[in-house]
């Protein structure tokens, strides 16, 4: 931790600072340059609360040196995680593509997209039984039934499901009923949420806020992880910008550079980043070909009459050219797809 | 809602549009122009989800022309909205400071604060009991310890006080305790959390998400008017942006942009939109002076000590000249503080 | 100047650096902590590019800690500067305010505008020749007609006048021309302009660019006073973020921020921030309310037949209301306006 | 053009309004809703100024469904345009990597730079004569000299050589000199620069602004063919986010977009967009994967010891294998690099 100081400090209270840091087991070196001044902090820095320095009126600048992270950080732990889900493993190589319907309507609609999607290539059924809307009169889902519908859908394809969690409590329920817990983009910070799913045992898929930083997100999967569940899935599904032709602005280089930073698996939702059908596929390449271990994937098979985000849904025809454009580009990747 | 059509739509899609349309009881006009054709859409064009008309490939653009909040809107409630909490009103006219520190710690701390800010002028005390913190490892807040806390500096000082909440479980005992209960940023979109409180009869101070457009914040304000629960007071707490200098950048048009479109009460929170206690000043001035219905301050007798965001706390001294500097400002404007 | 070192970096790699460093007149102070190791650089740290510290493989991270800008800073200049034109002062107490049209029409319009801010009580008179256009094909100003009817106008109230330059081959003539030189928004960073600008002896009105750091504002101005020219007013006139509500978000954060880091003059410029007429009264008196040196407002008198900009075009007479309020406020903030 | 009037509107109001429209030789259709009315105007909408709508008091707000640009737009021009520089193409399927060292040096640098960048596979090349810094102590390039060295190397390698413009008064020079005019991020707003490079017949390389929309880069695009020079190539560089990890974030969308909007090729600059050479690599493949006509990237033989941005320059072995990698990729997109 560097603690820079104002012109004017004066001997006493640099005296008393150290004394402070001194005091929690830290070790403090001051540092006097021509124009500023500065003082160095050893140790485990993370037992100072910045607000406290920075509340001092001659302190001018705190800046941290350490992540904040550390179970999710690649420092601590410099192999790549492998999340195992039902035998499909993500990361450390594994490429895997999640797809399905914005949200489960009836029976037939989410078994037959379930076989189209499995049919092209997906390894995994995405389906939203409860729908984070903007607006509280806009369909919300069809709740427990919506995840009966999936778990039907898995019966007879196969796959592993995931769906989005919008309170904490059906942890119980999701649990038991799917084999990835999503927690959407506007829950990042959901910090009750987070910690009662850290006490699961269930792969988490976290996608990142609309204006969370990387480190932000980092901090999110920390604290799943602390609880103890370090089953997590990253997902950058594009950040809110003054870019307004798209819905979001997918951020393709938090790929390469959470890769670097953490070792937890990182997959991309160009689906709701764009808001945009015909983004899709240059974006799933994009997000492919940057290091991304995955994607998840809007798919309808009409998608005029989808109770919500028709517009960003691929039909099943689109899917099935986007999955064998893409086992071709993994080809010249080296990336099994 | 006004569905523009791409170039080389044909006759026969736009028939097909007009009859789902029709179907769903409302009129299309079809109008044609020299470069582009648009089909005008009246009556209760909420049945219709945007989505669905996106989906279509012959339409370039859904616009929407009516606001998609009804209950928060102006034009359903023209008069101010004025929200009583035991004897304080806040709205049309009536301006409330509200202040303390950002987390309670022990007794004397928060009876001390309590004091020392109800003899300034403020009318209501804040303390946080659960903290939203980014960091797991960082203090979380006493919990019920600090509601039970809040609670005696209630008794010693009749002000009313006013809390975050950040889990729905904790719903019942907040009720009971508080007199305001705080929705904070990160929590705005929390619909699961909106939609239970608006089955309570609390006041809510809702804060908007760091990345939520005017419109989003109104919608969250609906979630929890839709309910039932009208009694939402909506607070400006800084949005993310590019710059660094200040933690938010505080969105000061959007004080008399919502008092246009809503009749809600807004307050603004220059402590956390700026992070920086010499801020506080000139941003609550000018919140006032922009119209702003109150303020929520953070104030600590030791700043330095306090066990989060001491960087940003007045000292009692300090919000004591805030609130004198306040009320002359607030006699130049016609407002009484 | 902070240099963090990778995990990882090698004793060799160390005294590599050092050894850059001091061969540059500098002296670097190693210290290696628990889990993060790092340079701190001290003396005229300038000399040292950042880009060629972090572009070895072992450096993680470059951190300054002395601001870039100088004759720019309150540190080297702590008094406030004043700047005197044609006998009107702005800075150091002195609240001026300009108004005007966004273009100079004819003769009429701009000489019956001045007259009718002149006797509101605007001290400074602004009108654009050449204006900044978004589209090739939309109005681009009267220009040279444009500065010679403004000329007129000034002839006629005796008021100074401000008006915007866009291309350098026309320095000369405007430094004839005008009272103070407006550098636009986009123009922000043309550094060739700036450059030209500092070999001048004209007051130069600096407007923040769209989507400028405060930090790069002050190196705009830095420029400019770089070549000699220290007469610079700085003008937040909002910044780009999502929120579409508004054309900009006025940056009102920025006043104190600028006052604390700068001896320069600051007003805003609510009309373009806002693009909405009825937000110039509450953003102006937030302005000024912030600490604002001042405030540049479009009048027209016409603004439905105003070449551009009409939407946030003030009517004299509402010009003429919202000077007499900022009187009032001004008096209660000791602030003659 | 879709104007939406207020709930208060009345009949006399609308009257005056339709009779303005009528009188610049277009149609108006009003059309009265159960909560909102609106006029359609059909016609050359452009001959209205939207402000002049806006500032109707009783104008709620106007929507454009015309594109803004003509030239530059795709429907006025559906096959891609072909840029020919010296024998070779770009845009049309033809994909060009641009590659140099952010400036040039001295001959040997720059010669030595163009051979091995030659030799990876690139075909034009980049180097920086006049270079736009922040601040205005920091090396600003060889200027006039670095024009000359930058012929040289193009003698030594018949590599044709694009560079920045930032001064007007240079065109001629840069014509003569160069053989793409590049205009900076912090330029394309620059009208003045636009207006005159569209009187050239030289090729332009013109980056998008920091915070540019894609419509405002393509409004600036306008500007230099409005004036007769159709011959621009089109560069997403990285726009400015709240994310600070990297400099910028790009912009990825923007590619699959622009190929929508525009007949124009689009290039992307990963160097400058995130400021991390281990970036480079894996956002040149996003960007080829996403559609893009190109890249231009920074190579520096010796990055710690550039004169600027050495943290994003490539070495040229790495340079080297990345055109290798690149060279696979395209195999698998049936694009030739």
């Known amino acids: 931790m560097i603690i820079q100081l104002n012109d004017n400090v004066t001997k006493k209270e640099i005296e008393e600072l150290i004394k402070i840091i001194e005091e929690k087991g830290l070790v403090a070196n001051y540092v006097v340059g021509e124009k500023t001044s ?11 609360a910045i607000g406290e320095i920075e509340s001092y009126e001659f302190v001018k600048k705190v800046i941290l040196l350490q992540e904040p992270y550390k179970k999710a950080s690649r420092s601590f732990h410099p192999e790549d995680t492998i999340i195992d889900i039902n035998g499909i493993k993500i ?37 939203g039984a409860y729908k984070p809307r903007t607006s509280p009169y806009a369909f919300q889902g069809l709740e427990l039934e919506g995840l009966e519908l999936l778990k039907e859908a898995r019966k007879e394809t196969g796959m592993p499901i995931v769906s989005e969690i919008m309170s904490s409590d059906l942890i119980e329920k999701f649990v038991e009923d799917v084999d990835i817990i999503q927690v959407g983009a506007r829950n990042m910070q959901n910090f009750d949420l987070l910690k009662k799913l850290g006490k699961t045992n269930k792969p988490i898929l976290l996608k990142r806020g609309l204006s969370a930083t990387i480190e932000e997100l980092l901090m999110a999967a920390e604290y799943i992880m602390a609880g103890g569940n370090d089953k997590v899935i990253l997902c950058e599904r594009g950040i809110r910008t003054y870019e307004t032709y798209t819905r979001n602005t997918l951020d393709i280089s938090a790929i390469p550079v959470l890769k670097r930073l953490t070792h937890l698996p990182i997959i991309t939702d160009p689906s709701h980043a764009t808001g945009k059908y015909w983004l899709v596929n240059p974006l799933s390449k ?16 009409e998608p005029t009459k989808a109770l919500c985000d028709g517009a960003q849904s691929l039909k099943p025809e689109k ?12 080809s010249a990747l080296n990336v099994k797809i």
């Open 319 to 330: 899917f099935k050219e986007l999955m064998d454009e893409l086992k071709i580009l993994g």
């Open 286 to 301: 994009a997000s492919i070909a940057a290091g991304a271990d995955g994607l998840i994937i809007e798919v309808h098979n």
């Open 38 to 48: 500065v003082l160095g902090v050893l140790g485990e820095t993370n037992k100072i």
């Open 91 to 127: 990361g450390g190589g594994n490429t895997v593509v999640m797809a399905g319907p914005c949200s489960v309507e009836n029976r037939e609609q989410i078994v037959s997209i379930a076989k189209s999607v499995k049919e092209a290539g997906a390894k995994i059924l995405r389906g």
